[in-house]
């Protein structure tokens, strides 16, 4: 896999699943990180754009009709116009959110659910499966521990290595976190020795207003009055995204145009980008930490709780599980030209306590399949493992 830096140009607005129509709504909010399906739509048009093919000829060379060389290949290398299904031999991982050092880009991941920090102290502590309880989930089922004075730190990010370190069991040191407003940004945060922080360090969201304007005459509309939520990354911010050594890189590097309004970016290939490895084989017990959203058929889990779907037929029990609030994803399809359907996805962070009689090898995503998209191709469903 190649590692390749998304480097903002501009502002980027990537939009959240709300509705936004005119005469509908006047507010529309941005996301960060965007999904993959946002980023796989950008890295595939700048392939084709590499290649010097238009969308006509794309569309032409996807149904077979007379084409140009460079449209076949465009085909090969991103599959069909408009069939989710099969990329060609486009796979991706991520996106994860990187940060530019003097040497190097160190990824950052979601505060993990289950890690838990005290409001006053800033100690943190590991929030571990509770006692077991009678409910819908059966009787072997513990919901998660609470614990008094500490809570959860949804929009809170830590960098690569203090991730590897709890995914052993490690607690953070308390000196490693740092208010809202204590540093300019991540990378002066994390030049000061700090590791965990709060969103604001990576991006801010920058608001912009309008008024919509008749088609015909021009003039603006009285009550159309609109606000748009851009998001400005910080300093050293970017996006990291692997894709498969089958796609030339020169085909990859370059300015191309991603999400809403088509905003400007750079892509750079980057080296030395390590996520947590997997174990070699899985057994005993296990949690799972998402780190891009991940689809279930019943929201949160596989339908009827059977999670031997999911991994690759062994029996799995899962024993408790800690949730972010999940992300509804939908997208629009220019293929058909409307809105796909919109489905909860489990948030990167969330965690899911696991035991096994079996020993398996790690797989390479957890998720399900939403709507016949190849979600595994794009990126969903990336996790780590860690100990409990």
């Known amino acids: 896999m190649t590692w390749l830096e998304i480097r903002p140009r501009d502002v980027w607005l990537f939009r959240d699943g709300k509705p936004f129509s005119a005469g509908e709504d006047h507010s529309a909010h941005s996301m960060f990180p965007p999904t993959p399906l946002t980023v796989q739509g950008a890295l595939r048009q700048k392939i084709s754009e590499s290649l010097g093919v238009s969308l006509w000829q794309y569309k032409n060379a996807s149904k077979g009709k007379t084409s140009t060389n460079e449209a076949e290949q465009a085909v090969a290398f991103i599959g069909k116009h408009g069939d989710m299904s099969d990329f060609g031999k486009f796979n991706m991982c991520g996106p994860f959110v990187g940060l530019r050092t003097n040497s190097s880009t160190i990824p950052l991941f979601p505060v993990p659910a289950d890690l838990f920090k005290h409001s006053k102290t800033h100690d943190f502590r590991l929030s571990r499966p509770g006692q077991s309880l009678s409910s819908d989930m059966g009787e072997d089922f513990s919901f998660p521990e609470v614990i008094e004075d500490f809570e959860n730190l949804p929009g809170y990010w830590m960098t690569g290595d203090t991730f590897k370190a709890y995914l052993g069991n490690s607690v953070p040191d308390s000196s490693k976190f740092t208010e809202e407003g204590a540093y300019q940004d991540a990378l ?93 084989s899985i057994s005993g017990q296990f949690k799972v930490i998402f780190l891009t959203p991940t689809y279930f058929d019943d929201g949160w889990q596989p339908k009827d709780g059977d999670w031997s779907e999911v991994f690759g037929g062994h029996e799995v029990t899962l024993k408790s599980v800690v949730l972010y609030r999940p992300l509804k994803i939908g997208g629009w399809s220019n293929a058909n030209n409307r809105a796909r359907a919109m489905h909860n996805y489990v948030a990167p962070g969330s965690v899911y306590y696991f035991q096994t009689d079996a020993t398996f090898q790690p797989l390479e995503a957890i998720t399900q399949v939403p709507n016949k998209i190849n979600v595994k191709a794009l990126g969903f469903g990336q996790y780590a493992i860690g100990q409990w």
């Open 188 to 280: 002066t945060a994390y030049q000061a020795g700090k590791h965990i922080w709060h969103s604001q360090l990576v991006y801010q969201n920058d608001n912009r207003f309008g008024v919509s304007t008749n088609a015909l005459t021009s003039f603006r509309e009285e009550g159309q009055l609109y606000q748009v939520q851009f998001v400005r990354p910080q300093s050293g911010i970017g996006l990291l995204v692997s894709v498969n050594d089958e796609i030339p890189t020169y085909l990859l590097e370059g300015t191309m145009t991603i999400g809403g309004e088509q905003r400007q970016a750079k892509v750079e290939k980057v080296e030395n980008v390590a996520l947590p490895a997997h174990p070699e």
